[in-house]
């Protein structure tokens, strides 16, 4: 059931309808809010629509590095994991002693 979570960006006040956490909402609005605050102390003085435009490009960006990261973990996990299958396996077919 949707609910009414209201969010405070660049000073203006938005209700938002949603499915998810009111405190996941929050949250996101604190992370756009922070990069908002970022690109304004950088002395960036532009038009409020290009400041969310960079703000999304950023946050688009760092969600990509993130799973990207992920990707790369998650196939060195598995690599570890053939290596220690083959080396399973190469001890059980030894002969006893």
Known sequence: M???VEVTLMGRSFTIRTDDDPEHVLS???MVQEQIDEL???GTTVA???LLTLVALNL???LIRSR???IE???GLISSLDEV???AEGLAKAPLR
Do not use: E, H, T
């Open 2 to 4: 949707s609910q009414a």
């Open 28 to 30: 996101a609005a604190g």
């Open 40 to 42: 304004r102390q950088m």
């Open 48 to 50: 409020s629509d290009r």
């Open 60 to 62: 688009a960006g760092q």
């Open 68 to 70: 990207r990261v992920q």
């Open 73 to 75: 973990s998650f196939d």
């Open 85 to 87: 299958v083959s080396q």
